[in-house]
């Protein structure tokens, strides 16, 4: 019998639908998770409910987190995005989690589909950057109705929102010093060894100074590696 381990995704799902009982909050998790591409937004409904009812504990699971990943095949990411884009409809859109039950589910989503996830976690960040005043609100909001009627794409939102930020509060990252030495390290190699490789043209006293000066620049990065 081939090792759980080695099936896909996919397979790991479907072979697990097969163990548990049929109609249970499991199983229709499990379900949404095999269709997860198509409508994420009910496996996501799936996620919350068994987080609030800590339905994981249940089914033997030491956290939510290792509930996702072993037996809905998620990753982290992909939790996050579920939990946050979720978490952001029920505050910003919950017109589109709405289903008309009396008219169907697809007639009902068909009026006003769900945005991807990828572009739903754009409008989250978003959402909390205009909490933390950093995007003006006007630019959150047109940027959002834009969003949900299909005008906007993750990317263009990604790129939007960060130049909405005033370039006062824009986040300075910090200088990675290991980074710029291990960089002008590589350059410093390949120098060294276009000297070494033409015999004729070569300066001795130069390629030994280089070589001394590689070997200090291989310690710092040791030992940077080291402190961190």
């Known amino acids: 019998m081939e090792e759980f381990e080695e099936l896909s995704p996919t397979e790991r ?7 548990v009982e049929a109609g249970s909050k499991r199983y229709h998790a ?6 997860y591409k198509g409508s994420w937004i009910d496996l996501a409904g799936h996620i919350k409910e068994v987080e609030e009812l800590e339905s994981w504990k249940d089914w033997d699971y030491s956290s939510l987190n290792a509930y996702c990943k072993k037996e809905l095949q998620l990753s982290r990411g992909e939790i ?29 989503k068909s009026a006003r589909p769900v ?8 409008l989250a960040k978003g959402y909390r950057e205009t909490r933390r005043e950093r995007i003006p609100n ?12 299909g005008e ?42 276009e000297i070494e490789s033409d015999e004729q043209a070569a300066d001795p006293e ?8 590689r070997d200090e620049m291989f310690h710092l990065v040791a030992t940077k590696d080291e402190t961190e």
Do not use: C
Request: a positive charge; zero cysteines.
């Open 80 to 108: 996050r995005k579920m939990r946050e884009g979720y978490e952001w409809l029920e505050k910003e859109a919950p017109e589109l989690l709405a289903v008309d039950e009396s008219a169907g589910d697809d007639a009902a």
């Open 138 to 149: 006007d630019t959150y909001q047109e940027l959002k109705q834009a969003a949900l009627r």
């Open 13 to 19: 799902i479907s072979r697990l639908l097969k163990t």
């Open 206 to 213: 130069l390629a030994e100074r280089a070589r001394k000066l």
């Open 30 to 35: 499990l379900d949404a998770a095999l269709n």
């Open 152 to 193: 906007r794409s993750s990317y263009q939102l990604r790129r939007e929102f960060k130049d909405a930020v005033p370039e006062h509060k824009r986040e300075v990252k910090p200088v990675n010093p290991r980074k710029h030495l291990k960089r002008a390290l590589k350059a410093l190699e390949k120098a060294l060894a």
């Open 115 to 122: 945005p991807d996830i990828d572009t739903i976690d754009q």
